[in-house]
């Protein structure tokens, strides 16, 4: 079984400065990692996502996450952020030959001016 | 709007009651699946189908819930007698058949229960 533990449960950030939500997760065979955000009283939308390839991988709204296999996590990046990013992030894995995405507890973000 | 549709939005309901919630998933997705979502927690699997087919189901999904998905289209989650614990957001998800967004779930905005 996969497990998703996300470090930080809020992070409080200036607008315009550099963020980082952590994420690690555990699995016994290869994972498919993914970032999503949840605004209040919303669904999930898909950030980003790791399949294969690249391990540096770039999403919507200026995220990227780096995938590092030898430390089995999966941080989420923004080099400047807004206001609008206040919201909650999620972190799932996948390992495809099950049907559900495990999730992480999330990451509530809040920027301030 | 192509994406997943939920109805309704929200529901507020007395203790024992039964309650319905509608998923529509994206046209020719053939997977759906469920989650449910409570205060300050990341989403939990529920139950998951491939077309008409009910393939698996959380040990989260007791007696008193029971999923559907009549004709591989649309799917439906039915509570019954409600109980104040059963209050959370119900989350759809879906994914196509194939190509690029093989791996991936498309969410719809989530059905918010309250049970009063």
């Known amino acids: 079984a996969q497990s998703v533990t996300q470090l930080d449960s809020q992070v409080p950030v200036f607008e315009e400065a550099p963020v980082e939500l952590r994420c690690n997760y555990s699995s016994s065979v290869s994972v498919y990692l993914f970032w999503y955000v949840q605004y209040p009283n919303q669904g999930l939308q898909l950030l980003l996502k790791y399949l294969s390839g690249s391990t540096l991988v770039k999403g919507i709204n200026g995220f990227e996450a780096e995938f590092n296999k030898s430390q089995t996590s999966f941080h989420l990046r923004k080099p400047s952020v807004h206001i609008s990013d206040t919201a909650e992030y999620f972190c799932a894995v996948h390992t495809g030959t099950a049907s559900k995405l495990t999730f992480g507890t999330g990451t509530r973000l809040q920027v301030t001016l | 709007d192509t994406g997943v549709s939920q109805n309704p939005r929200h529901k507020i309901t007395k203790r024992g009651q039964n309650v319905t919630f509608r998923c529509d998933p994206i046209?020719?997705?053939?997977?759906l699946y469920w989650y449910r979502q409570t205060l300050g927690q990341g989403p939990e699997f529920l139950t998951y189908f491939q077309n008409e087919a009910q393939l698996e189901k959380s040990r989260l999904l007791s007696d008193r819930f029971s999923a559907e998905r009549p004709k591989g289209s649309f799917s439906t989650l039915e509570i019954q007698r409600t109980e104040q614990g059963d209050s959370a957001m119900y989350l759809c998800?879906?994914?196509?058949?194939?190509?690029?967004?093989?791996?991936?779930?498309?969410f719809g905005p989530g059905t918010r229960l309250t049970v009063l």
């Open positions: 998800a879906s994914s196509p058949p194939r190509g690029g967004d093989y791996n991936e779930q498309f």
């Open positions: 046209s020719e997705h053939n997977r």
